[in-house]
């Protein structure tokens, strides 16, 4: 099983780390645990010390757009042998007080993408009320595993996503919004991921607590329901849709 988008860096976790990593360990699930700017990179690089079930994403998140890119460039090429994958990067007009904040955004992520490309990794990509932006872009860019994580769009966008092959991911919030279960039901099966997205936390049955890797099992139980299909079905779809994204590098 794979969590497809946590943030193992967010000091949320920091005093339960241990007990973190034994519980991915006993359950038999690895994390793409993505970062937010240089600091949170290179923690997350320390934890994917600890543990080879944390698969560290590097990258700047559009909140953090004004972050040294430079280094953030550098940091990526001296690891490259060792991170599985660029995010959390992408767009977010919530973060822009100007455009010229914007633009700043799209050139971090033009830049991100460029050097996802060259090193052949997959993107976890932000795409809060930026879809159709980020729909425009990814033909420049010829990445095959772009992940748009916890996808919020329309019918439409998802068409759209699919159509240009991205895989899309849901979360915990799943469980309880028939809006997200209509939209994995129109998902192409083969472009489904699941995430927990931690430490976001998560109402009804989760309590608003930090959410944990070990959400995941109730978000493939979801999934299994919600496309009419067996557990264990769902686990062999997702485990080949995972070792699809992330490439050659599993």
């Not at 860019?141 to 159509?163: E, P, R, T, V």
């Not at 927990?196 to 890797?213: E, L, N």
Request: hydrophobic letters at 40%; one cysteine or more; glycine letters at 6%.
């Amino acid at each position: 099983m794979l969590d497809a988008h946590i943030h193992l860096s967010d000091p949320e976790y920091e005093t339960d780390m241990e007990i973190i990593l034994a519980s991915m360990k006993k359950l038999g699930i690895r994390a793409c645990a993505v970062s937010m700017d240089n600091d949170s990179s290179r923690t997350t690089l320390s934890l994917a010390k600890k543990s080879n079930l944390v698969l560290p994403f590097v990258g700047i998140h559009p909140e953090k757009s004004a972050d040294n890119l430079e280094s953030m460039v550098q940091l990526i090429q001296e690891h490259s042998g060792m991170i599985y994958g660029i995010g959390e990067i992408g767009l977010d007009k919530t973060y822009a007080k100007t455009d010229d904040d914007f633009k700043r955004q799209k050139d971090v992520f033009s830049s991100l993408l460029s050097l996802a490309e060259d090193l052949k990794k997959p993107v976890s990509v932000h795409s809060r009320k930026t879809l159709d932006e980020i729909f425009d872009i990814i033909p420049s860019y010829d990445i095959s595993g772009f992940l748009l994580h916890w996808f919020d769009g329309n019918k439409k966008q998802l068409s759209k996503a699919m159509d240009l092959g991205c895989f899309v991911s849901y979360g915990p919030v799943m469980v309880y919004s028939q809006d997200k279960q209509v939209l994995l039901s129109n998902t192409d099966k083969d472009k489904i991921l699941v995430e927990t997205d931690g430490p976001v936390r998560f109402s009804h049955c989760f309590g608003m607590k930090p959410a944990q890797i070990s959400f995941i099992p109730s978000v493939i139980f979801c999934v299994s329901k919600t496309l009419q299909q067996d557990y264990d079905e769902s686990i062999l779809m997702l485990e080949k849709n995972s070792k699809r994204y992330l490439g050659s590098i599993v």
